[in-house]
C-alpha cells in the first residue's frame, strides 16, 4: 500500500540554520503531496502543496519541491527561528476520488536561540 | 470565525463508558474526516463522509460509530470506552473529493480512558 517515510527526528538547529526534513513516498497512482505543521497543544495546519511533479510549493520561508523520478518531497527552510519548532509531517493524497491522506510519522524541529 | 471547530478539546473518562465528540465546519465543504493520534504522534484515518454518505471505513473496532447529520457536521460516538482509545482525535474537511486539495483540521479532542 501507499506509505509516507520521513526522516527520524528529534532535529535541533540553532537559529538561523538551514532546514531540511527529508519526505519519500510510495504510491499506486499520481498522488498529492503535502506538509503539514502541528505546533505544541494544537491541531494541523497546511504547510504547503504540490500536485504535479517539479511544482513547487512554498509558504512562510519554507519549500518543497515534487521530485516524480526520486519520490520525494523534502521540506527546506534556509533560516530557521525559534518559531518554527514544530511536528512536521509530510503527507499523500491519491488522485481517486474519496482517498484520505496518508501521513508520514512525524519529524519534531527544536530550534534554540 | 473558526473554520473546524471540536468539542469537547479534552474529555477523561473511565472504562467502559459511551462518549462523543462533536465536528462543525463552516467552509461550505462537503467532504469530512476523523483522524487519530496516537501517544507516538502518529495520524491514522478513521472515517470519511462525502455529502453524509460514508465512503471511507478503515479497520476501526465497531464501537465507533461517526454520524453526520449534515454536511457541516460529522460526530464521533464511542462505546465501551477501552484503555487503548486513548489517543487526540482530529476532525477535518476538504472541498470535494479532488486529492490536490488541502484537508482542515480542527484542534483535535485529547480522549483519555482511565
Known amino acids: 500500500g501507499d506509505s509516507v517515510t520521513q526522516m527520524e527526528g528529534p532535529v535541533t538547529l540553532s537559529e538561523e540554520a538551514f532546514l531540511t526534513i527529508n519526505c519519500t513516498y510510495t504510491?499506486?497512482?499520481?498522488?498529492?503531496l503535502f506538509w503539514y505543521v502541528q505546533y505544541p497543544g494544537e491541531g494541523l495546519q497546511l504547510l504547503l502543496k504540490?500536485?504535479?511533479?517539479?511544482d513547487k510549493g512554498s509558504n512562510k520561508g519554507f519549500e518543497a519541491t515534487y521530485r516524480k523520478e526520486t519520490t520525494s518531497f523534502h521540506l527546506e527552510k534556509g533560516s530557521v527561528q525559534v518559531s518554527d519548532s514544530a511536528v512536521y509531517f509530510c503527507?499523500?493524497?491519491?488522485?481517486?476520488?474519496?482517498?484520505?491522506?496518508?501521513f508520514g510519522k512525524g519529524t519534531t524541529l527544536s530550534v534554540s536561540s | 470565525d473558526t473554520a473546524v471547530s471540536q468539542t469537547p478539546k479534552y474529555l477523561v473518562t473511565q472504562m467502559g463508558n459511551d462518549k462523543s465528540i462533536k465536528c462543525e465546519q463552516n467552509?461550505?465543504?462537503?467532504?469530512m474526516y476523523w483522524y487519530k493520534q496516537d501517544s507516538k504522534k502518529f495520524l491514522k484515518i478513521m472515517f470519511s463522509?462525502?455529502?453524509?454518505?460514508?465512503?471511507i471505513n478503515e479497520t476501526v473496532p465497531n464501537r465507533f460509530s461517526p454520524k453526520s447529520p449534515d454536511k457541516a457536521h460529522l460526530n464521533l460516538h464511542i462505546n465501551s470506552l477501552e484503555l487503548g482509545d486513548s489517543a487526540v482525535y482530529f476532525c477535518?474537511?476538504?472541498?470535494?473529493?479532488?486529492?490536490?486539495?488541502?484537508?482542515?483540521f480542527g484542534p483535535g479532542t485529547r480522549l483519555t480512558v482511565l
Open positions: 477535518a474537511s476538504s472541498q470535494a473529493l479532488t486529492s490536490g486539495r488541502a484537508q482542515f
Open positions: 504510491a499506486t497512482g499520481y498522488p498529492s
Open positions: 504540490a500536485t504535479k511533479a517539479d
Open positions: 503527507a499523500l493524497r491519491e488522485p481517486q476520488a474519496g482517498t484520505a491522506l496518508i
Open positions: 467552509l461550505g465543504h462537503d467532504t
Open positions: 463522509y462525502n455529502n453524509k454518505e460514508l465512503i
